[in-house]
């Protein structure tokens, strides 16, 4: 199993900056892709970005792309989410999740393992 813990959110004004951070723990040799969705209050779970250990190659989705950056630490088993110019639509809980294998990247049913989430409320 792989344990994943996210840390990191909180309240922002718009137009300031997060890093969220999640950690890895277990059998992360299992891990092919990490990635973050967001979930909004009665809005389906959407797609952020997702990165892939092996060689850091990075996805991103429509609504973050050029604002994000997802990351890895390997030595510390670590997935960074760097969150700029927030809007207050970026208001939602941030899952981590990580996948075992190959395949769809943006599907939330393709990962395996998920954290519990963590809070971003952006003000505006």
């Known amino acids: 199993q792989v344990q994943l813990v996210e840390s990191g959110g909180g309240l922002v004004q718009a137009g300031g900056s997060l890093r969220l951070s999640c950690a890895a723990s277990g059998r992360t040799f299992r891990i092919y892709r990490t990635g973050w969705f967001r979930q909004a209050p009665g809005k389906v779970r959407e797609f952020v970005a997702t990165i892939r250990w092996s060689d850091g190659n990075t996805y991103y989705g429509d609504s973050t792309k050029g604002r994000f950056t997802i990351s890895r630490d390997s030595a510390k088993n670590t997935v960074y989410l760097e969150m700029n110019s927030l809007k207050p639509e970026d208001t939602a809980v941030y899952y981590c999740?990580?996948?075992?294998?190959?395949?769809?990247?943006?599907?939330?049913?393709?990962?395996?393992?998920w954290g519990q989430g963590t809070q971003v409320t952006v003000s505006s």
């Open positions: 999740a990580s996948k075992p294998s190959t395949g769809s990247y943006y599907s939330a049913d393709a990962y395996a393992y």
